[in-house]
């Protein structure tokens, strides 16, 4: 089972990015998908989530108005587009699947996807 996180980069304050989270070895659809961060010297924090199939999307007041999330099950990939970037929002983002809802807290991970790394200029 394999989560990968990509689409990061560097982008100027108020700027958007598109992150795609892809799975091998494990089909999205069941699970519920969070969007992680961790900036440097900082615990890793939830800050969007995602149910199985759609139903319900989890914020955290951070993001609320400017990150929202999808999920393309024909794909089996899920998004989290990003808009309004502040310097506060650069971090590693990464994805993690579980079953568990709302998927926002480390603890109730049962996958994680590798990071991507996004930069925000101010």
């Known amino acids: 089972v394999q989560l990968q996180a990509s689409g990061g980069g560097l982008v100027e304050t108020g700027g958007s990015l598109r992150l795609s989270c892809s799975a091998s070895?494990?089909?999205?659809?069941?699970?519920?998908i969070g969007w992680f961060r961790q900036a440097p010297g900082k615990e890793r924090e939830g800050v969007l989530c995602?149910?199985?199939?759609?139903?319900?999307?989890y914020w955290t007041d951070s993001v609320k108005g400017r990150f929202t999330v999808s999920r393309d099950g024909a794909k089996n990939t899920v998004y989290l587009q990003m808009n309004d970037l502040e310097p506060e929002d650069a971090a590693v983002y990464f994805c993690?699947?579980?079953?568990?809802?709302?998927?926002?807290?480390?603890?109730?991970?049962?996958?994680w996807g590798k990071g991507t790394q996004v930069t925000v200029s101010s």
């Open positions: 993690a699947a579980s079953l568990y809802v709302p998927l926002l807290r480390v603890m109730s991970v049962d996958y």
């Open positions: 995602i149910s199985s199939r759609g139903g319900t999307t």
């Open positions: 070895g494990l089909t999205l659809d069941p699970y519920a």
